[in-house]
Every structure is written in C-alpha cells, then in structure tokens.
C-alpha cells in the first residue's frame, strides 16, 4: 500500500496537549506533548506546529484532523472531534484487540472504560469529585516535597516498609506525609504510599477484572502504578507499547480521522456513480 496520507489526532487534557500524525497504515509518523497552560489555543497550536515539523509535512498533506479531550471544542483547525472516553477505548484497543479495561490516568480525572472482544464500549465511569487516584496527587506530592517527577518511581522501588497514608485527600495527604517524614518515616516508604493511595481509588471506583490496560502520563513514567495494581488484584497489566500510554487519546482520534476521511471517500464514490 502506497503511504500519502496522513491524520492527526490532538488530545487536550487539562494538564498537557498531546497530538499524533499517523500515515494510512496506522504508524505513528510524529507526536508531540506539552503543558495545555492557561491558553488551548496557543498551547494546541504549538502542538500541531510542532508535529508537523517533526515530520517535515505541509498542511495540505493532513486530510483530516480529530480533536478529543475536555478542550477539544476550541481547536477551531479541527475538521471533527469525539469524546475522550471514545478515543481512549479506540487507542487502547488498536494496541490489544480484544476483551480489555482500560484504566486511564489523566491529570485531574481517572477512566475506567470496559470493552467488549469487538472493541465496543460496554460501561465506563470517571472521577472528577477530586485530585485523588489522579496524576495530580502524585504532582502534588512531589511538589510538596521538593522532589522531581521522573525520580519519584525508583524512589518507590527502594521502599522496604508499607506505610499506608491516613487521608486520600490530597491537601490532607500532603500535610500528613510533612509529619510522618519529621516523625522518622523514610521518604521513599511514603511516596510508595502514595502510589498505592491512588490504586485504592481506582479499585474502589469500579470493579476491575480481566485484562486490565493501563494509559495516561502517570503510568508512562511510573511503571509501579502497574505493579501495585497487578499485586492488589492480580490481573494481567497491559502497557501500550513504545510509550505510547500518555498519547492513547490522541491516538484514538487520529484513528477515527482515518474512518473519517474513508467515509468521506465513499460517499463521494456512491454520489459519482448515482
């Protein structure tokens, strides 16, 4: 199959814009992650610059564009959007087709999507009450104890005592884990607390069974968030390849550019012959 066309999918979450260009064979050609800021416009913009330079492909190379995410009605260069429950079941299920969850942990929410064998979406549900069992727990924690991001999981890893945090408040958690490091605790037993703070809440969010996919930012930087779920409930963990976790959403409307633009091509077939 000759590779000239080329989709983009733009996924606007509340902590980071992630984009994708993928070519008709469904590789991934560019992709691109930063900061969603104050502005979706600017920020979604630099993406889509920046995906495309990547590339080295012109604008006319791009036949269609989808945008997902809780920003996705204000990517005005869009030619559709779909919602991010809907493109997380398809990015995920493109990498594992069959019978999955899929566990989305995003900045601000958590996703549990269940899928049938055919990919079709059966029941989801999100956590939106709180910062809680999200990536913005885990950011605030590091925050609030001065240490980067990338180095929290081999601190984790090093834990050799299980030390369960009282609170699953975020502003409650950070104080408490102030105390207990002056009261002795390691800081490394109290960060792995935290990460297993945040599987307590996706247990408790739904009921997790069968093979269980993990996306999302926390989890392409953090491979203990797949190793505490595994242990908890001893499911089948299953990680998008080539770190891809944190694009999945992307990937999903980049996918649905491609039905897209296919449906176009055959309506305009089926008018030509009428």
Known sequence: ??????????????????????????????????????????????????????????????KHITATGFGKDKIIFADSNKTEISCHAKGAYHYFPKKITVIDIGGQDTKVIKLDDKGKIKRFKMNRKCAA???????????????????????????????????????????????????????????????????????????????????????????IIGEILKKEIGAEILIPPNHTSQLIGAIGAALFAIERHNLKGKKLIKQNEV
Do not use: H, Q, W
């Open 133 to 223: 069992g999200t990536g913005a727990f885990i950011e605030e924690i590091a925050y609030r104890l001065d240490i980067p991001l990338k180095e929290l999981n081999n601190l984790a890893a090093e834990s050799t005592k299980n030390v369960p945090l009282a609170s699953y408040c975020t502003v409650f958690a950070k104080t408490e884990i102030i105390s207990r490091i002056k009261e002795g605790e390691k800081v490394e037993d109290l960060i792995k607390s935290a990460f297993d703070s945040v599987i307590r809440r996706i247990i408790e969010m739904s009921e997790l069974e069968g093979n269980l996919v993990l996306t999302g930012g926390l989890i392409a930087y953090n491979s």
């Open 1 to 62: 199959m000759v590779v000239n066309n080329y989709f983009i999918g733009i996924d606007v979450g509340t902590s980071y814009v992630k984009a994708v260009i993928i070519n008709n064979l469904k590789e991934i050609i560019s992709s691109f992650i930063a900061r969603t800021g104050t502005s979706i416009a600017n920020s979604s913009k630099l993406a889509f610059e920046n995906i495309l330079s990547n590339a080295k492909l012109s604008k006319s190379a791009i």
